[in-house]
């Protein structure tokens, strides 16, 4: 990418999405017209000096001329947003996962406990969030008013902007991107899994009315030691799918290599759950005669549907971890500017 895109690029992205192919075609032709016919890498360089740093480039184009926060720490702001944020968020599910597993009593189904705890973690997460950005918000205008100049920890101090800091500018295609929301879902995904694996026995099973009003719990549906004996595999893979959860943190891009590492990982799933779910004692035995009786039918056809439905689990699986593993390649291979 050149100097003068490179440029451009900085200045719309800061802007709104409705306004910057307006803003473009009007900055690029503000450019050219400082150039000469003939022109060289320091005469680009020149012109950009005279038109200012992109972030005060960009206020001018805004439509309000008053600032809550002002574009010259602005982008500090969203720094320090992107910083306090995410560990605020992460120590306030640690409090209340450790909360709930020290104040549970056993007395009430796990799930019922479980679902209680979700519901309660993500009402204080989303206070949290809001009680966050409003003390961030009043500290920098208060910073900003007062004129202090008070060095955030962690942040690095801005320098003076020149022409040379476009050289580390990349335009990442909006589909190659892998954003900060997708790896934490990843992350929540990764541990609401293993959650699940290691207490299938106690949350995946036939469930009765609690005579207090809630659930209580009757029996398991699958056999734990069936499930518990891939527990060496599936533990390296939660390893390993939190290790590139990790890299794709860091390469904040689709890469021909993240797309590789993400297929191994969707195809030794995929075939683990398929041999741990067509073992013979993967249904726990009383599961079977208890829900015929209840459901006034035969144990060979309770057995015949759940058969069925573990096949249709099996191919929405396949087709699912292949869908992704297309996914991931069709993104790796975006050209970049």
Not at 274 to 283: K, T, Y
């Amino acid at each position: 990418m050149n100097l003068i895109d490179a440029y451009i690029h900085e200045v719309t992205k800061r802007i709104s999405k409705m306004k910057r192919d307006d803003v473009r075609l009007k900055l690029k032709s503000t450019i050219e017209e400082m150039l000469p016919e003939d022109y060289s890498e320091s005469d680009v360089k020149e012109a950009l000096i005279k038109l200012g740093n992109p972030i005060d480039v960009a206020a001018g184009y805004r439509d309000s001329p008053r600032f809550l926060i002002g574009p010259q720490i602005f982008d500090t702001y969203i720094q320090t947003i992107k910083l306090i944020v995410p560990w605020a968020v992460l120590i306030t599910v640690i409090v209340h996962v450790v909360e709930n597993i020290v104040l549970y009593n056993g007395e009430d189904a796990l799930l019922s406990m479980v679902i209680n705890a979700i519901s309660i973690t993500i009402a204080n997460v989303i206070t949290v969030i809001l009680h966050v950005l409003f003390w961030i918000t009043v500290s920098f205008i208060i910073i900003e008013r007062s004129g202090s100049d008070i060095p955030i920890p962690f942040i690095k101090k801005q320098k003076p902007w020149t022409p040379d800091d476009l050289s580390n500018t990349k335009v990442i295609p909006k589909d190659k991107t892998i954003s900060l929301p997708d790896i934490i879902f990843s992350l929540i995904g990764i541990i609401v899994f293993s959650f699940v694996y290691f207490n299938a026995n106690h949350l995946l099973g036939i469930y009765s009315s609690h005579d207090r009003g809630g659930l209580k719990f009757v029996m398991p549906i699958f056999n734990q030691n069936v499930i518990l004996s891939f527990a060496p595999i599936v533990l390296i893979c939660i390893a390993l799918s939190i290790a590139l959860a990790l890299f794709k943190l860091k390469a904040g891009q689709w890469t021909f290599l993240i797309a590789v590492l993400n297929a191994v990982l969707q195809c030794i799933g995929t075939i683990v759950f398929i041999l741990m779910v067509n073992r013979p004692d993967f249904i726990h035995s009383a599961a079977i005669p208890y829900i015929a009786a209840i459901t006034e039918t035969t144990s060979a056809k309770v057995l015949f549907a759940i058969d069925r439905i573990l096949l249709v689990t099996i191919a929405i699986a396949i087709i699912a971890n292949a869908y992704d593993i297309y996914s991931g390649f069709k993104k790796a291979r975006i050209q970049q500017d």
